[in-house]
């Protein structure tokens, strides 16, 4: 069965500085790869996605995450945060073509000044 | 601008009764989802539809129902609700892949 972990239910960086929340998969092929963030009250929105080629993806907001079939990760880096980048991420895992996610529990990020 | 419009955004319900959460949608896709997302275990697959007056079971469908009354609308219905079903539920709407999901601003739940 396809399983998703982010090992770090929380986060704290300061503003500014670099960023890398991590994931790890499980799964027998190549699955798809996500990452999303939820905002405060708000629906989970898109940040990045990969399905195959170039192991490094790049996202909004200048997020971009590298897939490692050897390491079975899908890590999400970005260079600098913000303070508005506090929110929840998620790393999801798809089926080749499949219409549902298997989703992990979520790291919360909090930047501080 | 097409949209996933879910509601009531938060609810107290009672141990027993009866619960619908509503979900509308103007994206024009076939499929709709409901998920539950608790603390510690990130988004879990409830009912799904992929055609109207007809909904398919996820991971977790025990003590859930689902209603696909049209294609922009689907409902998750708690008949008894319980305790343990206190969580935020997410509605999201696809056209049958997840390269284009989009997801409503969830249903906060509490079942006291």
């Known amino acids: 069965a396809q399983s998703v972990t982010q090992p770090d239910a929380r986060v704290t960086v300061s503003e500014g500085a670099s960023l890398q929340l991590r994931c790890k998969y499980s799964y027998s092929a190549t699955p798809y790869l996500f990452w999303y963030v939820q905002y405060p009250r708000q629906g989970l929105q898109l940040l990045l996605k990969?399905?195959?080629?170039?192991?490094v993806v790049q996202g909004v907001n200048g997020f971009e995450a590298e897939f490692s079939k050897s390491n079975s990760s899908f890590h999400l880096r970005k260079a600098s945060v913000h303070w508005s980048d506090s929110a929840v991420y998620f790393c999801a895992v798809s089926n080749t073509g499949n219409y549902k996610y298997v989703f992990g529990a979520g790291t919360r990020l909090k930047v501080i000044a | 601008e097409a949209a996933v419009t879910q509601s009531p955004r938060s609810k107290v319900a009672v141990t027993g009764g009866k619960v619908t959460l509503s979900c509308h949608q103007t994206n024009n896709h076939d499929y709709m989802y409901w998920y539950r997302q608790d603390t510690g275990h990130g988004l879990r697959l409830i009912h799904y539809s992929y055609v109207a007056d007809s909904t398919e079971k996820g991971d977790i469908p025990d003590g859930y129902k689902a209603s696909r009354p049209s294609q922009e609308n689907f409902s998750l219905i708690l008949e008894l609700a319980s305790l343990s079903q206190t969580a935020v539920y997410f509605c999201?709407?696809?056209?049958?892949?997840?390269?284009?999901?989009?997801f409503g601003s969830g249903t906060r739940l509490l079942v006291i």
């Open positions: 990969y399905y195959s080629g170039d192991p």
């Open positions: 999201a709407s696809s056209g049958g892949t997840v390269s284009d999901y989009t």
